[in-house]
């Protein structure tokens, strides 16, 4: 798996970081993976149109911050399909 690309690297680091089960924001996992918010932005849209991944928009009206946020949880599919793909890294 030396081939992948630095984006499908950061899809899979996406993945494992939520593999454990927690919803994250798009800034926590810009914090955790060490990048910045629009990476993990366009990543976890990709990921969502595969349905690896479930992103909720949370209005600024819904928020205790009351500054709007996304969060971000692995679906089902996305937990099958990370476990594959941990067996090949």
Partial sequence: MKDLLASDRKKIDILKTLSDGRVYTYYHLSRILRTNYETVKKNCRFLELLDLVEVIKVDKEESASGVASYRVR?????????EKIKALI
């Fill in 74 to 82: 692995i679906t089902e599919q996305g937990l099958k399909a990370f």
